[in-house]
């Protein structure tokens, strides 16, 4: 059985621009929906430093969606990895996670920093980070990640 959800909230600041990186410091809301959830139902929040942010590519079209092992961003200097190598919209699901940093909880209102996804895009759930759930053990990868990252979280000069 297909799994059928809704989304909880949008993110309704921020960054427009759909781009590979340049992502710190871009502070965001994600204004949660009035009309489903009671203000209570943050209640707590404000006091964890960062949240696991589910959200859907639906800026990205469907028919992006690669099963076959390619190099990311098309550059081959990497290695063709598969499809559940890769953390981009051309997934089955076209699903992500993001770590936001917790800057301010009002109402259903979450400013955040560090949220990789544009205005318009739909939240379907979210969480405070846990670091008792984070990664347990050695963490390794290789090393095209750090390459092809290096500024995924820098500044926009």
Do not use: C
């Not at 200097?77 to 009002?106: E, K, M, Y």
């Not at 979210?126 to 670091?131: G, H």
């Amino acid at each position: 059985m297909a799994l059928q959800i809704e989304p909880i909230g949008e993110v309704v600041q921020g960054r427009t621009e759909v781009v590979d990186d340049y992502w710190g410091g871009i502070e965001s809301v994600i204004q949660l929906d009035e009309t489903e959830f009671p203000p209570d139902s943050v209640q707590g929040l404000e006091e964890f430093s960062h949240l696991v942010v589910v959200w859907h590519f639906d800026q990205a079209s469907p028919t992006d969606v690669e099963y076959h092992a390619r190099s990311p961003r098309g550059n081959p200097q990497w290695p063709a990895t598969g499809t559940f190598a890769h953390r981009n919209a051309r997934r089955p699901n076209q699903l992500a996670q993001s770590f936001p940093r917790l800057l301010r909880v009002d109402g259903l209102r979450l400013r955040v920093v560090d949220l990789d996804a544009v205005v318009g895009t739909k939240i379907y759930d979210l969480s405070p980070y846990f670091q008792e759930m984070g990664p347990r053990g050695p963490l390794h990868q290789p090393a095209w990640p750090g390459e092809m990252l290096t500024d995924y979280w820098a500044h926009k000069a």
